[in-house]
């Protein structure tokens, strides 16, 4: 089967066209993802994600070295200068996507170019009354089989069309292939009835879930697919991502969340000490969770209750 792979920012005829949506996705609670904006470079537009107080997080694709992603949350208009990783090439991103076409892409040398798809722009003024995206930087935590949540504001019909309508989807799709080398891509192959990419998802993120707790982290930006199963998605853990953002937030003197410990309203991430008490019949206790913490409040009344009754017991 001959794979097609294209770029995925989508191009704004009207004023009034909108090109939005996900292959096989369902519409989000836009509450639940208010770090998730449809950002607009000129005539065009892609998904992208609040990180930072003053950061965004968009495929460099999407916008040029330099240029301006503007953008709206929590109601407030917000303008950007994005800057993309010193490894990406436009034109070596779009010889891979003619290279794939050609059914070449295991020959091409500037694959490093292509995948290293990433931008991170400086918000002109802080982003107020939302609670940011975390980025992910741990590379064990992907696997093969697992599930990622797949977003964004693209078309809804494989080959493109569809959508139009301004809703922000979701949709689960598994991992089948993950960064190796100089490649950073991760690779989903949404099946049936898995979610795929679609033009106007560019640059937004694809989040992986705890199961456990619900937590989730933004593991790679948007960049490519065939529009139809599969997708291609820059991950945030490779060494060349930690790099660039490194770099990046040093230079520009940004604090993001997932990367420093000091970044404030990261979605998810105590910052404060929980303090709470617990009564037995012979002492009052009063127990202080710092933010590090590897347990909940949950888990660790638990625990200190098997111990007083133990402790009762004796």
């Known amino acids: 089967m001959k794979l097609f792979l294209l770029g995925l920012f ?6 009034e066209k909108i090109d939005q949506t996900l292959i096989k996705g369902r519409p989000a609670d836009p509450k639940e993802f208010p770090a998730s904006v449809y950002a607009q470079m000129g005539n065009s537009r892609c998904t992208a994600t609040v990180v930072g107080e003053r950061t965004l997080l968009i495929a460099a694709h999407c916008v040029r070295d330099g240029g301006i992603a503007k953008f709206k949350a929590g109601g407030v208009d917000y303008s950007s200068t994005c800057t993309h990783s010193p490894l990406y090439s436009q034109a070596a991103w779009s010889r891979v996507k003619e290279a794939i076409e050609k059914g ?3 020959q091409f040398t500037d694959l490093v170019n292509a995948t290293a798809d990433w931008s ?3 918000v002109n003024k802080p982003v107020a009354n939302i609670q940011y995206e975390v980025i992910n930087q741990d590379p064990d935590i992907l696997k093969e089989g697992n599930e990622l949540l797949l977003t964004g504001y693209g078309c809804t019909q494989p080959g493109g069309s569809g959508g139009n309508d301004g809703i922000y989807r979701v949709g689960e799709a598994k991992i089948i292939g993950l960064p190796s080398g100089s490649d950073n891509d991760i690779v989903t192959n949404g099946g049936q009835p898995g979610a795929a990419l679609c033009y106007g998802d560019s640059g937004g993120p694809a989040f992986l879930i705890n199961p456990i707790d619900k937590k989730r982290v933004v593991v790679s930006v948007n960049s490519r697919g065939n529009i139809a199963t599969t997708s291609y998605l820059s991950s945030t ?27 404030k ?3 998810g991430v105590k910052t404060e ?21 590897k347990y909940s409040v949950e888990d660790a009344k638990e625990m200190i209750q098997f111990f007083l009754n133990r402790m009762e017991k004796k």
Do not use: Y
């Not at 989508?10 to 004023?15: D, E, G, P, Q, R």
């Not at 991502?241 to 490194?246: L, N």
């Not at 000490?273 to 913490?293: C, G, N, R």
């Open 10 to 15: 989508s191009l704004l005829v009207t004023a």
């Open 273 to 293: 000490p929980e303090v709470f008490e617990m009564l037995s019949p012979s002492m009052k206790l009063k127990i202080t969770i710092q933010p590090d913490a």
């Open 120 to 122: 991170l722009c400086v």
């Open 104 to 106: 070449q892409v295991s």
């Open 265 to 267: 309203n990261c979605r």
């Open 237 to 263: 853990s490779t060494s060349a991502f930690k790099s660039f953002v490194t770099s990046w937030a040093n230079k520009n003197k940004q604090l993001i969340c997932g990367i420093h410990k000091e970044a």
